[in-house]
Nanobody
Framework: QVQLVESGGGLVQVGGSLRLSCAAS????????MAWYRQAPGKQRELVAR???????NYATSVKGLFTISRDNAKNTVYLQMNSLKPEDTAVYYC???????????????WGQGTQVTVSS
């Protein structure tokens, strides 16, 4: 079992920056990757950024070069640094953990509660 707690969302002006945090607890050693997703009203949830246990990262095309995902293993925390924010970045951002569930014998996904990011124009 993994618990995820997100923080750092809020209201920011166009061109501003925010740093989201996701603190993981529980069976943290089972986590293979962490990711940030977002969902805007009326739209599908989409992958924003992902980082594996080995440190490999990938990003949505729309945020590449603007957002950075990172992790602090000592704090069991994953971050999403968002720079040059635009109105289209407005969404609820969700933290996701990919784990191997030894009880089920397969991978399981865990989600945080979400944090609202609003970019005003």
């Amino acid at each position: 079992q993994v618990q995820l707690v997100e923080s750092g969302g809020g209201l920011v002006q166009v061109g501003g920056s925010l740093r989201l945090s996701c603190a993981a607890s529980g069976s943290i050693f089972s986590i293979n990757a962490m990711a940030w997703y977002r969902q805007a009203p009326g739209k599908q949830r989409e992958l924003v950024a992902r980082i594996t246990s080995g440190g490999t990262t990938n990003y949505a095309t729309s945020v590449k070069g603007l957002f950075t995902i990172s992790r602090d293993n000592a704090k069991n925390t994953v971050y999403l640094q968002m720079n040059s924010l635009k109105p289209e970045d407005t969404a609820v951002y969700y933290c996701n953990a990919e784990t191997f569930d030894y009880g089920l014998g397969r991978e399981s996904h865990y989600w945080g509660q979400g944090t609202q990011v609003t970019v005003s124009s």
